[in-house]
């Protein structure tokens, strides 16, 4: 069973830097896709990153050259560096499963999440 554990979320000012990891267990997690989702308060859930198991990533338009995924597989972590963080960010992250991250095609598992951690860029 899929069993994921976002941390690493806060309070940041405008500019700011954070790091989210995600710790992961119940599946190959060097064989899986993995990716960040993000939704904001009245908003839909936006796909902000996703990483192949091979490394191939992908990010949202909005947060191109901001934010960087990454993944250590000896450790079972997702990470997502978020630099240059613009209120617009705020919102509840989520770390998920990826069925596919490359080629045109970038989705995420909704029903894989974790718990979320909350992102509060203040201005």
């Known amino acids: 069973e899929v069993h994921l554990v976002e941390s690493g979320g806060g309070l940041v000012q405008s500019g700011g830097s954070q790091r989210l990891s995600c710790a992961a267990s119940?599946?190959?997690?060097?064989?899986?896709?993995m990716a960040w989702v993000r939704q904001a308060p009245g908003q839909d859930v936006r796909l902000v990153s996703c990483?192949?198991?091979?490394?191939?990533?992908w990010y949202l338009e909005s947060v191109k050259g901001r934010f960087t995924i990454s993944r250590d597989n000896a450790m079972n972590t997702l990470y997502l560096q978020m630099d240059s963080l613009k209120t617009e960010d705020t919102a509840v992250y989520y770390c998920?499963?990826?069925?596919?991250?490359?080629?045109?095609?970038?989705?995420?598992?909704?029903?894989?999440r974790g718990q979320g951690t909350q992102v509060t860029v203040s201005p």
């Open positions: 998920t499963t990826s069925p596919r991250c490359y080629l045109g095609q970038y989705l995420y598992d909704w029903k894989s």
């Open positions: 119940g599946f190959t997690f060097s064989a899986s896709g």
């Open positions: 990483i192949s198991s091979d490394g191939n990533s």
